[in-house]
């Protein structure tokens, strides 16, 4: 049974920066996608930065791109995702999802954490 549990989310001002953790359990997903969505109030669900980890794959969205970090700590089985110089427009729930072959695509994902509230004021 694999589980995926986030943390490092909160409020902080525009400019700062946070990081996210993910802890996998149950499984050590390396050739599938790894990946960080997120989904402000009333909008759909979207994939911010991704991890291929057998390939070191790493894609992010071009709305983060210098501003956040995907990284993966194997022995520790554990996703980040490194945010600074957060803007208001980056206050959303963050998910941790993994195991898809399609990164964008957040209904090929088979597993999901519960989210993380991140807000930037």
């Known amino acids: 049974h694999v589980q995926l549990v986030e943390s490092g989310g909160g409020s902080v001002e525009a400019g700062g920066s946070l990081r996210l953790s993910c802890v996998t359990s149950?499984?050590?997903?390396?050739?599938?996608?790894m990946a960080w969505f997120r989904q402000p109030p009333g909008k759909s669900r979207e994939a911010v930065a991704g991890?291929?980890?057998?390939?070191?794959?790493?894609n992010y969205a071009d709305s983060v791109k210098g501003r956040f970090t995907i990284s993966r700590d194997s022995a520790k089985n554990t996703l980040y995702l490194q945010m600074n110089n957060l803007k208001v427009e980056d206050t959303a729930m963050y998910y941790c999802?993994?195991?898809?072959?399609?990164?964008?695509?957040?209904?090929?994902?088979?597993?999901w954490g519960q989210g993380t509230q991140v807000t930037v004021s």
């Open positions: 149950g499984a050590t997903i390396d050739n599938r996608w």
């Open positions: 991890i291929w980890p057998s390939v070191a794959r790493i």
């Open positions: 999802a993994a195991d898809a072959v399609n990164l964008q695509l957040a209904r090929g994902y088979n597993y």
